[in-house]
């Protein structure tokens, strides 16, 4: 049975890409490296805007303003490029990806602020770090300015649709984290 079409309209998108199997996506981080310039690349090229950006080990997830029906060209960009750069650093052969990216359209600012905070929470809830700003492989701590590892990073949406500040963020990021685990204990008795 062929894919359900996509929903390629322009607008706010979150995106996220798995390896095939259990396989890691990124290895080391000279991968991390090479799909954040093909992604500033697709950026630059497409004239798309990166709200955030979280990689993990076996997936990645990101969030792009997208103002015309470039996510499936984009995607393909990304995808292709850093599939065949991985497959030539490793010594692979064959499929990469799962299957095609998933992207999902982000509707309102509530539903901004929340897909933001799944999106930078993943390693912190994946127990790879306390706090999500202390994870190197996201755009959280750009952010927030604690760092300026990834000036290509626009926030200001997540920032203003949070209260306006990125201490505002942070508190609904924080919140967010709070809600989890209360989810989590509650389940767990």
Known sequence: MPSPPRDIAPGLRHVWVNATGHERYY???DDRIVWI????????????????FCQLSTHVHLIVDVPDTSLPLGMKQLNMGYSKDFNARHD????????RYRSRRIVHGRDLVGAYAYVVLNPVLA????????WRWSSYGTTLRISDDF????????VAEAGGSTEALRRAVDARAQEHLSRTATAGV
Request: with cysteine; charged share 25%.
């Open 37 to 52: 310039r093909l992604l500033t690349n697709v950026l630059d090229r497409l004239h798309w805007k990166c709200i955030a």
């Open 127 to 134: 127990g790879l770090c306390p706090r999500p700003e202390d």
């Open 92 to 99: 692979r052969v064959g499929q990469f990806v799962r299957s």
């Open 27 to 29: 290895v080391d981080n």
């Open 151 to 158: 000036p290509f990073v626009e926030a200001s949406l997540p």
